[in-house]
Structures are given as structure tokens and as C-alpha cells.
């Protein structure tokens, strides 16, 4: 008998079996977050679930058991496997969180994370500006000189702006903060409603943004790069948010 790995053996291979179980996560993931299996309701038994996928109960088992530790479900022995609810959701893993932005259709999670971005980074901000040292002050500097320099580039801009915060949240020495504020700040980059709708002036708009933010924080005055660095994530994504139940703009 030929062994499992044997491309000619027939049988699935590892990296078979692993992509196989990545699109049944995936999915089961995308049932419980759209609510297609709403909070409380049970999933479906084990078989059924084997059927509808057209997996192995293994495959079956391996995925629920992930979903169970991102906080979706609880198993009940006896009863099966039950939806939590939203507040039990590990809503930072990624695959939680990039489904959450998928289905997103009122922009009512993007309108979230610019608020807890703002809160967390205005932290961080004043916290460079009060503790941080001349050194991430250059370090910041230079990614804000890039900024400048970048204007005409667009993307190369884009990047510049988000090494600024990246430069920014490591300076402040919160690494909790900065965790998860990073969660909040590049994963919803991979959505093209968190891109919105920049009017013609957004670079010269930010770019002075983060020129108040680093001022504030070269001055030392904490306050007030706290409120820069809040200013300025609340007010972009207010430039930029589409209308609700719009979800792209037409070219």
C-alpha cells in the first residue's frame, strides 16, 4: 500500500488536509459572525457537519476545537456545541476580526475600531511626549520627513504614515497598548471600506495632522498629543467613511 504522502497513493496529504480544514474554519467562522448561527443555537451535529463539508469527523473535530478557543462556542458534552455571545469573542484574532470587517455592512465595527484607535494611540502619544527620549523623537521625525517628501507618491506615503504610528506606539513603551492598538491599525488596512472615500486634499490634511501630533510631542506637552493624535484618527475616518449601505464607490 502505497503511504499518504505517495502522490500516487490517492489519499490527501498533509497540506491537503490542512488547506481542506482552513476553508472549513473559515467558514464556520463566517456562520457564527454573520449570524447564520446566532448566539445560543447549537451547531449542527458532528455527521451533519461532516456531510455538509464533505470532511472527516478529524477535520471536524480540529475545527471546532479552534473555534472553541477563539471564544465562538462552548461544547456541552451531551448537548453539542453552542454560540457565545459577542462579548466572549476574541474579536483580536485574525480571523475573527478580518471576518467581523468582511460582513461589516454598516460600518458599525470599522466606526468602533476608529475609537478605540484614537483612545489608545492618544495614550501612547502623550506618554512619548511626556517619557520618550530624543532618540524615538528622531525616529518618529524621520518617518514624518518621509511623509512630507512623499506627497505625490501615494502609496509610498501610506506607508510612511504608518511606520509614523508604528515608530510612534513602539516609542511609548506600552506594549500592551501597542498590541492591540497594531491589531486595530494594519488589519482593517485589508478592507476597502476602511479605505472609504478620500476627498482631493487627504494627504495635505494628514500630513498636517501628524505635523500637530509631533509637535505636541517634541514640546512635551502630553495633552495636547493626545488630543492631535485623536483628532486626527476620529477626523479621517470621518473624511473617508462611506455612506451607510454603500460599500464601495463606483470609479
Known amino acids: 500500500m502505497l503511504p499518504a504522502s505517495d502522490p500516487r497513493s490517492g489519499a490527501p496529504r498533509r497540506g491537503q488536509i490542512d488547506r481542506i480544514g482552513s ?3 473559515e467558514e464556520l467562522v463566517e456562520l457564527i459572525v454573520t449570524g447564520s448561527i446566532a448566539d445560543g443555537e447549537y451547531l449542527p451535529p458532528e455527521q451533519a457537519l461532516c456531510d455538509e463539508f464533505g470532511v472527516s469527523r478529524t477535520v471536524i473535530r480540529e475545527c471546532i476545537k479552534r473555534i472553541q478557543e477563539k471564544g465562538l462556542v462552548e461544547v456541552a458534552q451531551g448537548r453539542g456545541t453552542r454560540v457565545r455571545h459577542f462579548n466572549d469573542w476574541n474579536v483580536l484574532d ?3 476580526f478580518d471576518s467581523l470587517v468582511r460582513h461589516d455592512e454598516s460600518l458599525g465595527v470599522l466606526d468602533e475600531v476608529s475609537v478605540v484607535r484614537a483612545a489608545l494611540e492618544g495614550v ?26 512623499l506627497q ?9 504614515d ?11 513603551k506600552n506594549r500592551i497598548a501597542a498590541t492591540i492598538a497594531r491589531s486595530f491599525f494594519v488589519r482593517p488596512l485589508q478592507s476597502a471600506r476602511w479605505d472609504g472615500n478620500n476627498p482631493a486634499d487627504a ?5 498636517a495632522e501628524h505635523e500637530r501630533v509631533f509637535e505636541a510631542i517634541e514640546a512635551g506637552n502630553a495633552v495636547a ?4 493624535m485623536e483628532e486626527h484618527i476620529l477626523g479621517s475616518w470621518r473624511r473617508r467613511r462611506l455612506p451607510d449601505g454603500v460599500h464601495h464607490l463606483s470609479p
Open 23 to 25: 476553508r472549513v474554519l
Open 124 to 149: 501612547m502619544a502623550s506618554e512619548v511626549a511626556a517619557t520618550g527620549s530624543a532618540e524615538s523623537h528622531e525616529q518618529i521625525r524621520v518617518h514624518l520627513h518621509d511623509m512630507r517628501r
Open 152 to 160: 505625490h507618491d501615494n502609496p509610498a506615503f501610506l506607508r510612511a
Open 225 to 228: 498629543a493626545r488630543v492631535a
Open 162 to 172: 504608518m511606520q509614523f504610528h508604528l515608530s510612534m506606539m513602539s516609542a511609548s
Open 94 to 96: 485574525p480571523l475573527v
Open 203 to 207: 494627504i495635505p490634511r494628514t500630513l
